[in-house]
C-alpha cells in the first residue's frame, strides 16, 4: 500500500511539473496568446493519431471485447449527473439565465486535453481505452443534451425559435476528428485488420507528443486565469465544482461497485469522473449566444481545482 501510494504522489508530480512548466513558459512571456493557440491546434491534430495507436497498438480483439461489454457504465453514470443538475435547476438554485449553461457545465467533462494526460501519468497506456469508453459517454452528451441546452440558453436570451434536440449539425459536431479515430481504430482491432507498420509507427511518434503538450497548455491556461477568480464564484459554479470533484466521482464509483471489472477500469472511470468541466462548453456558448462568461469560469475554476485536488483524488484512487 505505501508503495501504491509513493508512485501516486510521484504520479502527481510529474503532471504538476510538466503543467507548472508551462505556467512558467507563460508567466515568463516565452508563451503569448497567439502561441497558445498553436500549441492547442497541436494537441487537437496530435490526438487522433494517439486514440487510434491506443487501440490498436495495446489491444486484441478479446481483450477489446472485455472493456466494450463495461461501456455502457459511463451512460448510467453521465445519465444520473445530468438528472442531478436538472433536479438543483428544478429547485430555483440556479439564475434563469444560466440554466442551460449550467446543466452542460454540471455533467460534461474535458476528457481528452486533460483526461489524456492525467491517465498517462497515472496509469500509463493501459488506462487509455478505458479512458476513450467514457469519453464517448462524455462526447454523447456534450454534441446532444449539452449543446440543446446551450442553444434554450441562447433562444430564451434573443426569443428564437426553440431548438431542436437532435440536428444535422450536432450529429456532424459529434463525429469529430478523435472520435472517427477512436471508432477506426476499434473496428480495426475488432475486424482484425493488419495495420501497416509505417502507419503505426506514424500514429505512435506523432501521439507522443500529445500528453506533454496538453499538460503544458494546460499549464499556460492556469496562467492566463490566475488563481484569483476562486475568490468571487457564484453559487452555480461552487455547485459546479461540486459535481466535478464529489459527485461525479462517488457515483461512478458506487455504480461500478454493482459490476465485476478489473481494478484499473475501475480507477480510470472514478479518475474520468472527476475532470474539469469541458472547453467545448465556452465555444458553444458563445456561438449559440447563451453567457459564455459563466461558462469561461466554471471551465478555469474547474480547472485550477483539479490542481487543488489532485493529491486527494489520487490518493483515493489507491483504495479502490
Known sequence: MLSAILSSL???LVLLFVGGFGFW???RGFLD??????????????IPCFLFYSVTGKFTQSELLRVLEMGFIPFITVAINWAASILIVRMGLVRKEWHGIFISCFTSSTVL?????????????????????????????????????????GVSRAHHQRPKLISLHSIRMLFSPPLLAFMTGVAVVLLAVPVPQ?????????GQITSPLALIFIGMTIESLGFGKLRHLPREIWFILASCFILRPVVMFIVTG??????????????????????????????????????????G????????????????????
Do not use: H
Open 10 to 12: 510521484s504520479n502527481t
Open 25 to 27: 513558459l507563460a508567466w
Open 33 to 46: 496568446v497567439k502561441q497558445r493557440g498553436f500549441v492547442a491546434k497541436l494537441v487537437n491534430l496530435s
Open 113 to 153: 486535453f486533460v483526461g489524456v494526460p492525467m491517465t498517462m501519468a497515472l496509469f500509463g497506456d493501459v488506462g487509455i481505452p478505458y479512458l476513450l469508453v467514457y469519453f464517448f459517454a462524455n462526447c454523447l452528451f456534450i454534441w446532444t443534451v449539452g449543446l440543446y441546452n446551450i442553444q434554450l440558453d
Open 198 to 206: 509505417f502507419i503505426s509507427g506514424t500514429a505512435k511518434v506523432i
Open 258 to 299: 454493482f459490476f465485476d471489472m478489473e481494478p484499473i477500469m475501475r480507477q480510470v472511470f472514478v479518475a474520468s469522473a472527476a475532470l474539469p468541466v469541458s472547453s467545448v462548453v465556452a465555444v458553444l456558448a458563445k456561438s449559440y449566444g447563451a453567457d459564455e462568461e459563466f461558462a469561461s469560469e466554471a471551465i
Open 301 to 320: 475554476a474547474s480547472t485550477l481545482g483539479l490542481v487543488i485536488i489532485l493529491p486527494v483524488l489520487i490518493l483515493a484512487l489507491t483504495f479502490i
